[in-house]
């Protein structure tokens, strides 16, 4: 069974700071996916990364995938408050099952 | 507009009396799945399927059962619920890309409770 862990799960962090969400997975793949999640509402996709070394940005997010290691980041720039959300990864095997980790639980504080 | 819709929204039942949430997609995706999302274990695929008539098994399958006769349709039953199936499900749709399935379109969500 493929297990997926992030880390932190939990992050406060304050305006204008930078930071990173780290995604680790245990098994082959080069199919890595990120997803937002505000309070109360469903996910909604934001990257989705596809080989090694796949690097891809959107506003003060950075996704970045090095499948040798089995981890993907997820940086973030200058944090603004509307980027306060839980953050996912996703992997999908060679089964096209989709695994998804713990979710990171981001709170940027003014 | 690309959609995902779950019916019903919110859903109050008893063990044992049995229970449908519906799931449609109007994108012509191939792929659909039915997730649970519990506090700390973060999103667990139920069954998924790849085609008209073919369904999998997830990672947490025991007490569900679907169904695919039609594309756009993907339906979770729930024979007898029990109060451990107690969650929010949100049913998903991925677009195919070449070789990979690419941004994954989440419908609103189901959250059940179970007596």
């Known amino acids: 069974e493929l297990k997926v862990e992030q880390n932190p799960l939990f992050l406060s962090m304050q305006e204008g700071k930078n930071y990173t969400i780290y995604c680790n997975y245990s098994t082959t793949s080069d199919r890595l996916y990120w997803y937002r999640q505000d309070p109360g509402k469903s996910l909604e996709s934001l990257f989705v990364l596809l080989s090694n070394g796949a690097v891809k940005q959107e506003g003060r997010l950075m996704a970045s995938l090095d499948t040798k290691a089995r981890l993907s980041t997820l940086h973030i720039t200058a944090a603004v408050h509307d980027l306060s959300a839980t953050y996912f990864c996703a992997v999908l095997n060679t089964g096209n099952q989709f695994y998804f980790g713990t979710g990171t639980s981001l709170t940027v504080i003014p | 507009e690309a959609q995902v819709t779950q019916n019903p929204r919110y859903l109050i039942t008893v063990t044992g009396k049995k229970l449908t949430v519906t799931c449609s997609q109007n994108m012509n995706h191939e792929y659909m799945s039915w997730y649970r999302q519990d506090p700390g274990l973060g999103l667990r695929q139920i069954y998924y399927s790849m085609n008209v008539e073919v369904t999998d098994k997830g990672d947490v399958p025991e007490g569900y059962k679907v169904s695919r006769k039609e594309k756009r349709n993907f339906p979770l039953i729930l024979e007898s619920p029990s109060p451990n199936q107690t969650s929010l499900y949100f049913c998903?749709?991925?677009?195919?890309?070449?070789?990979?399935?690419?941004?994954?379109?989440f419908g609103p969500g189901t959250r059940l409770t179970v007596l």
């Open positions: 998903a749709s991925p677009s195919a890309g070449e070789d990979t399935y690419n941004e994954q379109f």
